[in-house]
């Protein structure tokens, strides 16, 4: 009875010591999910964020766009990062570059700190059509022709979406260029069939009507509004191109009267196929000054005032003086200028001067006052023809003792000069061709004909950049000892031979440097642009200038660094004269391109 008792006592207990052995509840510590932040005792765990994005083994190009789809997920924590999403997106860098067929997998790396792309690439497909249809008055555009035939997408090459993209952008940029203001597209689609493994490209345009230039719509008020509107290259009814207005802006801002100059044509007020052109101009002032300076190790410091009165007559005359004063040259020049048909390239011009140079080269001293009437235009291939009458009184001293000459000195030069990049060009042309003379019985001290030619180049090619320049002189005269000094032939200095001093490389007499009859220098030069406002350059200077080229030839070799500015490169170079005797060097300093 006692255990039976004892039995059922057991039996009531037990649900109690069940109940009192069952543990409290605790935050339980499960795995993350992506997303989803897990606690643990109610604390945020630190959050591994995306590092780097790497994708080997496949070309950079290819390697490169993925990243530039993906570079969202930078900083972004892993738990975040959603696979399909990075699917999506490398496979659409890949199909960019034709590969429409690759297969991409996705590891992680350093704890989640590294996202790695594996790509493993198919065949890209190729274009097995480029079709391309033009209707409107643009069909028959030459032009237009060419481009459609030298487009960058083309049958059988690898399918390239920027191709594709480009090609169009090309045609709309010629169209609005020519003024084909009403285009639109009929058709633009890149198709692509996934069962045949290629593409076909089809645009088709509608060019519409092409414009015409309409009336200029000149604002009022410039003083020059007749030079704005003779200094158009286009009239009215002629076709419609853009580069005119941009060569019209560059011709107004050429000359001597505006402060700025906007031209853009009014699109909104286009009819009758006919687009007006809008010129707003603001005049300079009565008088204008600038005051400047700078450095050269030829000349020493420097500096320069400027004076401009632009409307000194209605009919467009102006008058520029300058004053430029270094340690060891002074000059000073004036001039007044008569348009005619262009106040930049069709001109009369009357202008005086006074140079004074003693010490510059050695114990020389020069000292030059000069008149000159000048007839200035522009020939019909772009020449600066400039045909001069010149009158000039020179005091001179070449270690000869001091001689006085009074010249006068007709002449024609040929100039020309082309370069594109502005201040910092990587293209450009100059050239000059001069000839001019002095005749014993025509109010000169001695007879003389004086021959020069100069020539100068630049070319680039991505960042590598190449300059050479050849200048040419002689002096037909009997006495070269009376051709004054200021005419004589010298090289060497900064813009010469460089590791030179300024015209130290001359003919002697008695020691002293007395100029040359004849003058033969070149220079060729390599840059290479190592960051955005430097470049490194190497190069070598050689020639002479001499009576007879018994005299070896001068040669200069160095480097340098151009340092890129809005006004131009600065110009360092420390040259050795290979040539000379001594190895001294020489370190020059010049503001200013090339060309």
């Not at 766009?65 to 496979?91: C, F, G, W």
């Amino acid at each position: 009875m006692s255990l039976l008792r004892f039995c059922l006592l057991f039996l009531w207990s037990l649900p109690c010591l069940i109940l009192a052995q069952t543990p409290e509840p605790s935050t339980i510590n499960t795995p993350p999910i992506a997303g989803v932040a897990a606690k643990v005792a109610d604390v945020q765990l630190p959050e591994v964020k995306v590092q780097e994005i790497e994708v080997p083994s496949i070309p950079s190009l290819l390697a490169d766009n993925i990243r530039a789809h993906l570079q969202t997920l930078l900083d972004k924590p892993m738990q975040q990062v959603n696979s399909d999403y990075v699917y999506e997106q490398s496979n659409k860098a890949l199909q960019a570059f034709g590969y429409y067929e690759s297969e991409v997998t996705l590891q992680w790396d350093k704890g989640g700190e590294v996202l790695k792309v594996n790509v493993l690439l198919n065949e890209p497909y190729r274009w097995f059509q480029v079709h391309v249809t033009v209707i409107g008055s643009g069909e028959e555009d030459e032009i237009l022709k060419q481009i459609i035939a030298d487009l960058a997408i083309k049958k059988d090459q690898v399918v390239n979406h920027g191709q594709y993209e480009a090609a169009k952008k090309q045609l709309e940029d010629h169209l609005l260029e020519f003024g084909y203001f009403d285009f639109k597209w009929l058709k633009s689609q890149l198709l692509v069939s996934k069962q045949r493994r290629r593409a076909r490209a089809v645009l088709s345009l509608d060019t519409g009507p092409r414009y015409q230039f309409g009336a200029l719509a000149i604002a009022a008020g410039s003083r020059a509004q007749h030079y704005v509107e003779k200094l158009a290259p286009f009239k009215q009814n002629e076709p419609y191109q853009a580069s005119m207005l941009g060569d019209y802006s560059l011709s107004l801002n050429e000359t001597p009267y505006f402060n700025s100059v906007r031209i853009y044509p009014e699109l909104s007020a286009r009819q009758n196929q006919q687009v007006p052109v809008r010129v707003e101009v603001v005049d300079k002032p009565a008088n204008s000054f600038e005051v400047g300076g700078g450095f050269s190790t030829d000349l020493g410091a420097k500096g320069r005032f400027r004076w401009s009165k632009p409307w000194v007559s209605d009919d467009g005359h102006y008058l520029d003086t300058d004053l430029s004063v270094s340690e060891r040259q002074q000059d000073v020049t004036a001039s007044y200028t008569i348009p005619v048909e262009d106040p930049v390239q069709d001109v009369w011009r009357v202008s005086g001067g006074y140079k004074l140079e003693d010490g510059l080269t050695e114990d020389i001293f020069s000292r030059v006052v000069t008149l000159q009437l000048q007839r200035q235009w522009l020939t019909e291939e772009n020449w600066v023809r400039t045909a001069f009458v010149r009158r000039e009184k020179e005091q001179y001293d070449v270690g000869t003792g001091l001689r006085t000459s009074h010249m006068t000195i007709p002449g024609i030069s040929w100039a020309k000069k082309q370069r594109r990049g502005g201040t910092l060009p990587y293209w450009g042309e100059e050239r000059l061709f001069a000839i001019e003379g002095a005749n014993e019985d025509l109010a000169s001290s001695t007879s003389m004909l004086r021959l020069q030619w100069q020539n100068a180049w630049l070319r680039s090619w991505e960042q590598h950049y190449f300059y050479g320049r050849i200048d040419l002189g002689a002096i037909i005269s009997d006495h070269i000892e009376s051709v004054p000094f200021s005419l004589r032939f010298y090289a060497g200095g900064d813009q010469s031979i460089r590791g030179f001093k300024y015209q130290s490389i001359s003919p002697e007499e008695n020691g002293e440097k007395t100029g040359g009859r004849y003058l033969v220098t070149g220079t060729t030069e390599y840059q290479y642009q190592f960051a955005e406002n430097w470049r490194a350059a190497l190069f070598v200077d050689a020639g002479t200038a001499t009576n007879d080229f018994s005299e070896k030839l001068s040669v200069g070799a160095g480097f340098g660094f151009r340092y890129l500015t809005p006004i131009g490169p600065i110009r360092f170079d420390h040259a050795w004269g290979l040539s000379k005797e001594s190895n001294s060097t020489r370190l020059s300093i010049v503001i200013g391109p090339e060309i």
